[in-house]
């Protein structure tokens, strides 16, 4: 499992989730205020429809009391004097305990069947009932309905029943909903399109950076992308895409160099072979003469296979994943080996030569390995050394692991060379160019026999006064 | 044996039978041209199938087979003679060191490799001492012309007289006389003498060479130890 957001795992893209989330977030917010806006108006005409019932309730009970007669014999189809002279949707009714109907606005039964007696029973003295029905042809109403005692303790109560049609009301909240509804479409539309312009301007900065990638080449390694106009977020971004670049021109740029280096070694041995065979091929020669040139011509030979194992074992190194093949080696014992080996020839150039090591120090390295890494150290400090000069190896247990440096009272190497010198093909000294023993492989077999093995090479120098190079490997 | 050799004809008995199985017409016409002067019978076949047949068929002293051949490659064919329980010994080439690649033919049962580009001289070597396996040590005794060596004393004498040897100036010059007549590379002297299995690339062991000359054939007139140009240094007698 990665740890990459859900949501981003299936390749949705970026511009239209955050659309989608910008539109759903900003439709959601309008939608509630809208229904809160609505709630509250539709609240505050029932209110008012309620006290209006309630002012017209007073109005009826206080007629109610000072004229109580006029009441019951008020003729069915008559408006009564009490009746609110402009609100049509306002209905009164006038009831006995029992639930008989003293008077009532003409029709009312017809909307609003007149409330039992066990209904009116519930009622107490003082504050009367609201509810909110349908009526039987469906309109809302909203009665009020309260209990008015006679005017002496002996007569019986009345009851006093005031009704609203609100059918108005509810008219006017539809209409209003329905406005509401073409507000949200509409409103969707532009929360949507106005989210998705916004995802879309954000991301723009990514897409520049995509096209500027993808134009480049191997020919165009130098071009960059500009991070000045980036927004922040994408301006580190953008600088770890261009010190990658970096990075890639640069072993670009080796690449190239070491396959010029590589042509450059292999034409040198090949132009002699060819040379040397079509002089001796012009004329008639002695026997001895073409011994001679055939083995001129084998020496050439040796000299390209040699440099395209050393070439294939660097290759080998660097992209190798079988684990190293290793033993146990005693390092003094080696040390000798190497000192035995190169010690005639150092002797003929006039430079002394010692191998130091602790006693029974043992080591876990790729013997052939460690050999070739300290004999290649050797040579190169023996070609360096002038006559009277001293070679010193030395080895000894650090906490890192196996430490072996070859030290020489050489010419030194100058500084600026010194960070170049394990390259492959790199040589101090251009003139040496050609000579057939340095290629300018040495140290770079060196450096990776070391990696090879876990370690590392580090190297020190003295320009006039001698080279330290030391190995390490870790146990 | 090697004492008594009177040219470097006998580094291999006479008319022993070798198989070159090689695609390659060039190397497979060198080969058997070195391999023919050296005192060795050798048939050739260019491809896998008809070297199968030949070494399943004819009697060789040893076979050597390069690994990649068009049709049949040559792991396929140590598999077989082995499974046959043929046990002639074979020496594979390739142009492929990849240590699985190697690991691979000795673990089907050849018994050394080579890796192309490689040395004339050192097929030769690898291919004599696959032959000498199994067989009596030399004596102890090393004598070629007035050159002698007592092995067990550790002593050398020429002409009568001692020759004052470094310990492995003793063992090189013991090396050089128990392969008369063989043309020793510098790799492999190195190897052998010093332990130093790495191609050293430098003239170390012609220094070395240098040295032991100066006491073994320097104050006498006829020389012993001769530089083959590129190849390598050979002890012999020469007329």
């Given at each position: 499992m990665t740890n990459v957001p859900a949501r981003w795992r299936s390749g949705w893209s970026i511009a239209l989730t955050m659309t989608l989330w910008y539109a759903l977030f900003s439709f959601g917010v309008m939608a509630l205020a809208a229904g809160i806006l609505y709630w509250t108006l539709a609240q505050s005409m029932y209110e008012e429809d309620v006290r209006d019932l309630a002012d017209n309730l007073n109005n009826a009970r206080l007629l109610l009391r000072s004229a109580p007669a006029d009441w019951t014999l008020h003729p069915e189809g008559r408006?009564?004097?009490?009746?609110?002279?402009?609100?049509?949707?306002?209905?009164?009714?006038?009831?006995?305990?029992?639930?008989?109907?003293?008077?009532?606005?003409?029709?009312?039964?017809?909307?609003?069947?007149?409330?039992?007696?066990?209904?009116?029973?519930?009622?107490?003295?003082a504050?009367?009932?609201?509810?909110?029905?349908?009526?039987?042809?469906?309109?809302?109403?909203?009665?009020?309905?309260?209990?008015?005692?006679?005017?002496?303790?002996?007569d019986p109560p009345q009851f006093l029943q005031v009704a609203m049609d609100r059918e108005h009301d509810e008219q006017l909240l539809a209409h209003y909903r329905e406005?509401?509804?073409?507000?949200?479409?509409?409103?969707?539309?532009?929360?949507?399109?106005?989210?998705?312009?916004?995802?879309?301007?954000?991301?723009?900065?990514?897409?520049?950076?995509?096209?500027?990638?993808?134009?480049?080449?191997?020919?165009?390694?130098?071009?960059r992308i500009a991070t000045r106009h980036l927004p922040v977020e994408l301006r580190n971004l953008a600088d770890t895409f261009n010190s990658m670049l970096d990075r890639l021109e640069q072993s670009f740029r080796h690449i190239s160099e070491f396959s010029d280096d590589v042509a450059h070694e292999l034409r040198t041995p090949i132009n002699n072979l060819r040379g040397e065979i079509e002089v001796a091929l012009g004329k008639a020669r002695s026997g001895e003469a073409y011994r001679e040139t055939l083995g001129s011509?084998?020496?050439?030979?040796?000299?390209?296979?040699?440099?395209?194992?050393?070439?294939?074992?660097?290759?080998?190194?660097?992209?190798?994943?079988h684990?190293?093949?290793?033993?146990?080696?005693?390092?003094?014992?080696?040390?000798?080996?190497?000192?035995?080996?190169?010690?005639?020839?150092?002797?003929?150039?006039?430079?002394?030569?010692?191998?130091?090591?602790?006693?029974?120090?043992?080591?876990?390295?790729?013997?052939?390995?460690?050999?070739?890494?300290?004999?290649?150290?050797?040579?190169?400090?023996?070609?360096?050394?002038?006559?009277?000069?001293?070679?010193?190896?030395?080895?000894?247990?650090?906490?890192?692991?196996?430490?072996?440096?070859?030290?020489?009272?050489?010419?030194?190497?100058?500084?600026?060379?010194?960070p170049r010198v394990f390259e492959r093909f790199y040589r101090v000294d251009r003139t040496q160019e050609g000579s057939a023993a340095n290629v300018g492989l040495g140290l770079a077999v060196v450096k990776s026999i070391a990696s090879r093995h876990g370690g590392g090479v580090e190297i020190a120098s003295e320009p006039g006064r001698g080279t330290k190079v030391k190995l390490t490997f870790p146990r | 044996m090697a004492a008594s050799r009177p040219d470097n004809q006998d580094a291999a008995q006479p008319g022993m039978r070798l198989l070159i199985v090689e695609d390659e017409h060039k190397?497979?016409?060198?080969?058997?041209?070195?391999?023919?002067?050296?005192?060795?019978?050798?048939?050739?076949?260019?491809?896998?199938?008809?070297?199968?047949?030949?070494?399943?068929?004819?009697?060789?002293?040893?076979?050597?087979?390069?690994?990649?051949?068009?049709?049949?490659?040559?792991?396929?064919?140590?598999?077989?003679?082995?499974?046959?329980?043929?046990?002639?010994p074979v020496l594979f080439l390739t142009a492929r060191d990849a240590i699985h690649d190697r690991v691979k033919g000795l673990e089907l049962g050849a018994d050394d490799y080579l890796v192309k580009p490689f040395a004339f001289s050192e097929l030769l070597a690898r291919l004599r001492s696959i032959l000498r396996r199994g067989r009596a040590k030399p004596p102890p005794s090393l004598r070629v012309a007035d050159l002698e060596l007592d092995a067990v004393r550790h002593r050398a004498m020429r002409a009568g007289r001692p020759l004052e040897l470094t310990p492995k100036e003793f063992?090189?010059?013991?090396?050089?006389?128990?392969?008369?007549?063989?043309?020793?590379?510098?790799?492999?002297?190195?190897?052998?003498?010093?332990?130093?299995?790495?191609?050293?690339?430098?003239?170390?062991?012609?220094?070395?060479?240098?040295?032991?000359?100066?006491?073994?054939?320097?104050?006498?007139?006829?020389?012993?130890?001769?530089?083959v140009r590129g190849v390598g240094y050979v002890l012999e007698e020469r007329s």
């Open positions: 408006r009564p004097a009490w009746a609110p002279p402009h609100q049509p949707e306002i209905y009164l009714r006038v009831l006995r305990a029992d639930g008989r109907v003293l008077t009532e606005t003409p029709g009312m039964s017809r909307e609003l069947p007149p409330p039992g007696k066990a209904e009116l029973a519930t009622l107490s003295a504050d009367g009932a609201r509810h909110d029905t349908v009526s039987a042809s469906g309109q809302p109403f909203v009665t009020l309905i309260v209990r008015v005692p006679g005017e002496r303790a002996a406005r509401l509804w073409l507000v949200f479409g509409l409103s969707l539309i532009v929360c949507v399109a106005a989210g998705y312009l916004i995802a879309r301007g954000g991301m723009r900065p990514i897409e520049e950076i995509s096209h500027k990638a993808a134009r480049i080449r191997s020919t165009t390694l130098d071009e011509c084998l020496e050439e030979c040796a000299r390209i296979s040699r440099l395209i194992a050393t070439l294939l074992f660097l290759a080998r190194s660097d992209t190798s994943t684990p190293l093949e290793r033993e146990q080696i005693d390092v003094s014992r080696e040390l000798a080996t190497v000192e035995a080996f190169y010690g005639a020839a150092a002797g003929d150039a006039g430079i002394a030569m010692r191998a130091t090591g602790a006693e029974r120090l043992q080591g876990r390295v790729n013997r052939t390995l460690f050999q070739q890494a300290i004999g290649n150290l050797v040579s190169n400090a023996i070609s360096h050394t002038p006559p009277g000069g001293s070679i010193t190896i030395a080895a000894h247990e650090s906490g890192a692991g196996l430490a072996v440096s070859v030290e020489d009272t050489g010419c030194g190497i100058a500084p600026e060379h010194l | 190397a497979a016409a060198y080969l058997s041209r070195g391999l023919e002067e050296n005192g060795f019978v050798v048939d050739v076949a260019h491809r896998g199938e008809d070297g199968a047949h030949l070494a399943r068929s004819g009697t060789y002293d040893a076979i050597i087979l390069d690994v990649m051949l068009p049709g049949r490659d040559g792991w396929s064919i140590i598999e077989e003679l082995r499974r046959h329980e043929i046990e002639t063992q090189l010059l013991a090396l050089l006389l128990r392969r008369t007549g063989e043309v020793l590379s510098r790799t492999l002297i190195a190897e052998e003498v010093w332990d130093i299995n790495f191609d050293s690339d430098s003239n170390v062991v012609e220094v070395h060479m240098r040295r032991l000359r100066s006491k073994v054939d320097d104050p006498f007139d006829r020389k012993l130890i001769h530089t």
